[in-house]
């Protein structure tokens, strides 16, 4: 028979250290053991090490009130035997929540440097990326240290332009925290950490913990969104401008793919419908727009028009050149619920 003898004592060691509620135990047998004996002599080898390691250890770890897990436990402890050695696996923390992005010069998630494509270099400064801050890192890096999580990775539902800034409600996100030591952390204290050392740059809000089921859900929602936009038109703004632009709300809108990103997609229409539209005059030559959209819309290419890649557009329906000055989204139509 194979002692675990050894793998308990390194299990009670890392358990020290490690914030869980739950374990659960894995066997690796090694080839020389495992040929002598048949499928069902494994399998009964590997359950009676399992059960009477887990019930040692449940009894060792019953004041911190971690017990055996079988379907969805916050550690895994497999005791591989052909490598010989001890291997962790620790369940991520999924966090949910939504983020404001004040500045017009942070990306949401890393951008790599499109010199060197992120080993760094001189153009970057050694970086390996274009910028410096990201949303993600913002958010990450208190959470990181506070856990102790190797990487964090962020699921969002889409992203605004660098240049765009995210106001309103937020938009959804799911923070991924890769083999955190600590899970047990306050994200109200987070929530007002990140938002006091980021002031002017960004925030978070409604920060709760979720199951990994969310970041499919965020990656397959399609919300409308809402955005507002200061564009200028070469002409001055006359009263009938309004009736026409009130038109388009509720229009269906056909785009070809923008010129700007067309080196990257596919060429082909879109159909996409202007769900309302405000429009208000900030002075002689400027409005601001506040245009919801399904989602998927180029809202920029519908002020534009795009040269014609867009139509209708506000370009088109006033008769003169419109451009978008700054662009805001100020509502991502999404709720995670549960
Ligand atoms: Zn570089």
């Known amino acids: 028979m194979l002692s675990t003898a050894k793998f308990e004592k390194e299990i009670m060691e890392k358990a020290k250290s490690l914030e869980f509620s739950t374990f659960l135990l894995g066997v690796v047998l090694p080839t020389d053991f495992e040929e002598k004996l048949s499928e069902e002599e494994r399998l009964a080898a590997k359950a009676g090490m399992k059960r009477s390691l887990g019930m040692r250890l449940e009894t060792a770890w019953k004041k911190r009130g971690i017990r055996a897990d079988f379907t969805d436990p916050d550690v895994k402890f497999t005791l591989d035997f052909y490598r010989k050695r001890l291997i962790l696996s620790i369940k991520p923390l999924y966090i949910y929540g939504r983020y404001l992005k004040y500045s017009r010069e942070i990306p949401q998630s890393k951008w790599p440097c499109r010199k060197c494509q992120g080993s760094g270099c001189d153009y970057c400064k050694g970086e390996g990326a274009m910028y410096s801050e990201t949303v993600e890192g913002l958010l990450a890096s208190p959470l990181l240290k506070a856990t102790g999580?190797?990487?964090?990775?962020?699921?969002?539902?889409?992203?605004?332009?660098?240049?765009?800034?995210?106001?309103?409600?937020?938009?959804?996100?799911?923070?991924?925290?890769?083999?955190?030591?600590?899970?047990?952390?306050?994200?109200?204290?987070?929530?007002?950490?990140?938002?006091?050392?980021n002031k002017g740059k960004m925030a978070a809000n409604g920060l709760r913990f979720v199951e990994k089921d969310a970041i499919g859900k965020?990656?397959?929602?399609?919300?409308?969104?809402?955005?507002?936009?200061?564009?200028?038109?070469?002409?001055?703004?006359?009263?009938?401008?309004?009736?026409?632009?009130?038109?388009?709300?509720?229009?269906?809108?056909?785009q070809k793919t923008p010129e700007r990103v067309l080196h990257r997609r596919a060429d082909l229409v879109r159909r996409r419908k202007i769900l309302g539209l405000k429009a208000k005059q900030v002075d002689k030559n400027t409005l601001e727009l506040t245009v919801k959209a399904q989602s998927g819309t180029y809202v920029k290419e519908f002020v534009t028009g795009d040269k014609g890649r867009t139509r209708p557009s506000v370009s088109e329906v006033l008769g003169c050149t419109c451009k978008p000055l700054e662009l805001d989204v100020i509502d991502v139509d999404f709720e995670l619920g549960g």
């Open 149 to 197: 999580a190797k990487a964090t990775k962020m699921h969002a539902v889409g992203r605004e332009d660098i240049d765009a800034r995210m106001l309103g409600t937020g938009r959804p996100f799911v923070l991924e925290l890769a083999s955190p030591k600590k899970r047990k952390i306050s994200l109200a204290k987070f929530e007002e950490e990140i938002n006091r050392k």
């Open 218 to 254: 965020v990656k397959a929602a399609q919300p409308a969104k809402t955005y507002q936009l200061k564009v200028s038109c070469t002409r001055a703004i006359t009263k009938s401008d309004f009736t026409k632009l009130l038109r388009l709300s509720g229009k269906l809108i056909h």
